[in-house]
T-cell receptor, first 116, second 112 residues
């Protein structure tokens, strides 16, 4: 079974520029998550999708971050404009379904963003 | 105060030692407790999960939950250099809510 795919793996941009990350979840997984992991910290949930609907985006800085999940499969996360403090690893995860008390989340390798 | 507290280390032990990793939490609503392992430049991978208090063993790994003290632990027996990684504790409320709340992670090095 193929895992969660993310691209690009690395990105370097200057502050105030825009950037987009792409995620392809495990086939058939209904739920998709984007996490931000700042160096030396644990991942923090930015947004959770169930199919193509948003379940939780309470920690997404909506003035600069946006995300969508096209046709309930792939997802993109965009930052516009980027700030220095956005430097982090952006992790995508997917899980089989929602509704059960707990589902294992499978993580991709992440996109490492550096904002100069 | 953070919902989940974890000592970031770093922790360095010799091969074969028993390793103890710990987290404390403040939200009594947490019901599911996980340990993830994260190798450098990789995503986290699930090691173990437990529900409610008690111990759960899987090979060289034992997860322990004490809900009354809001304290969870991961023990690694006969540690190997391949166990060198960052270990993250994580928790969810459950009841359909799937938002994982992670600790800071402990960076562990096993020296041959």
């Amino acid at each position: 079974e193929a895992g969660v795919a993310q691209s690009p793996r690395y990105k370097i941009i200057e502050k105030r520029q825009s950037v987009a990350f792409w995620c392809n979840p495990i086939s058939g997984h209904a739920t998709l998550y984007w996490y931000q992991q700042i160096l030396g910290q644990g991942p923090k949930l930015l947004i959770q999708f169930q199919n193509n609907g948003v379940v939780d985006d309470s920690q997404l800085p909506k003035d600069r971050f946006s995300a969508e999940r096209l046709k309930g499969v792939d997802s993109t996360l965009k930052i516009q404009p980027a700030k220095l403090e956005d430097s982090a690893v952006y992790l995508c995860a997917s899980s089989p379904r929602q509704g059960a008390d707990w589902n294992e989340q499978f993580f991709g390798p992440g996109t490492r963003l550096t904002v100069l | 105060q953070k919902e989940v507290e974890q000592d970031p280390g770093p922790l360095s032990v010799p091969e074969g030692a028993i390793v103890s990793l710990n987290c404390t939490y403040s939200n009594s609503a947490f019901q599911y407790f996980m340990w993830y392992r994260q190798y450098s430049r990789k995503g986290p991978e699930l090691l173990m999960y437990t529900y409610s208090s008690g111990n759960k063993e899987d090979g060289r790994f034992t997860a322990q939950v004490d809900k009354s003290s809001k304290y969870i632990s991961l023990f690694i027996r006969d540690s190997q250099p391949s166990d060198s990684a960052t270990y993250l504790c994580a928790m969810i409320v459950g009841q359909g809510a799937q938002k994982l709340v992670f600790g800071q992670g402990t960076r562990l090095t096993i020296n041959p």
